[in-house]
């Protein structure tokens, strides 16, 4: 039979335990049509290191992907000169042993 441990209470801080009401999200920001924005929006997937080379290394990179932003999205819904993206989904960009940069280490 084992003798049995003393152990201390801690002298613990006081804790605020006081309930605030919150608001409730009432759900997710709507389009002009009343569906959820991303309805009506266009992504774009862009690996920047084949997008478009800025500086002449034969790499893309993210001053390149700046420079063609107007190609996407020239912020004028009266032209027909972009391709009207409303959201761009970029890959990874940083040094990676794989080409897609996602096993990053």
Do not use: C
């Not at 804790?15 to 774009?44: C, H, K, M, R």
């Amino acid at each position: 039979m084992t003798a049995p441990v003393e152990t201390e209470t801690p002298n613990l801080p006081e804790v605020d335990l006081t309930v605030y009401p919150v608001e409730p999200v009432i759900g997710l920001p709507q389009g002009t049509d009343g569906y959820p924005w991303w309805n009506d929006s266009v992504f774009y997937e862009v690996f920047v290191r084949s997008f478009f080379d800025s500086d002449g290394d034969g790499i893309g990179d993210l001053n390149g992907l700046i420079e063609k932003l107007d190609y996407l999205n020239d912020g004028d819904p009266e032209t027909t000169t972009d391709l009207g993206i409303t959201g761009i989904w970029l890959m990874p960009i940083f040094p990676s042993p794989s080409y897609h940069g996602y096993d990053v280490t």
